[in-house]
């Protein structure tokens, strides 16, 4: 989910005597450190001509600034829920995917190497992760926002998980994960095992109660 030049360098060797201001010197100077240098000059001044003085000191740098969007319009309900069906969707489909993947490995384990399940795992959160970061989900429902957001860190745990595993299996002799390391990966292996089956059961939770959500707003409303 970008070499410069220095201007020190450029001067020394073409060697100019120039008095060029630096990058640094030539930076644009915030207002709020130039209104107290103004006010000390200009104590003489009084009236409008303080006041235009100030005013062309005043330099404003919008480079930061020009690039923000505005704040995103306020959707209707039927919009917010369309919004969050599309998210549910999406995320389902993730779900599913990094499931199917594990299943896959199971079926054909036999023929597998370890460093090579090692990645296709670390590969399957991976891609969950990246699928997941690119979710809109401006109007969404802030239950299924809260479990996107579990799901995501879920995956992104997983994704670290695995390739640690990796790493030490490259290290370790013989190509096998033994000795501390190993058996503290276990544990959090175990961990985050766990921690799926929690998420797999908030998962069908969240679907129970979209689903109610929409049937209550499909009904009709009644004076």
């Not at 201001?21 to 000059?41: F, Y």
Request: proline letters at 4%; a negative charge; charged letters at 25%.
């Amino acid at each position: 989910v970008p070499a410069m030049l220095s201007a020190d360098s450029t001067a020394n060797d073409s060697g100019a005597n120039d008095e060029s201001p630096t990058a640094e010197e030539s930076t644009v100077i915030p207002a709020e450190e130039v209104l107290p240098t103004v006010l000390e000059e200009k104590a003489g001044l009084e009236g409008e001509e303080l006041a235009t003085t100030l005013l062309e000191n005043d330099t404003v740098d919008t480079s930061e600034t020009a690039g923000f969007e505005t704040e995103p319009k306020e959707l209707t309900e039927a919009e917010k829920l369309a919004a969050t069906q599309a998210c549910w969707l999406a995320l389902n489909q993730c779900v599913q995917a990094e499931e199917a993947s594990r299943s896959g490995w199971m079926n054909d384990s036999q023929s597998w190497q370890l460093f090579d399940y090692l990645l296709h795992r670390k590969k399957g959160h991976q891609k969950a992760v990246e699928a997941i970061e690119e979710f809109d989900l401006h109007g969404v429902d802030p239950r299924l926002k809260a479990h996107v957001q579990q799901v995501l860190t879920w995956h992104r745990a997983g994704s670290e998980l695995f390739d640690r595993a990796a790493q030490l299996l490259t290290n370790a002799p013989a190509g096998k994960l033994t000795g501390p390391f190993a058996q503290s990966w276990q544990s959090a292996a175990t961990q985050h095992r766990m921690q799926g089956k929690l998420i797999l059961n908030k998962h069908a939770a969240v679907a129970s109660y979209l689903e109610h959500t929409r049937k209550m707003a499909s009904q009709p409303v009644t004076n």
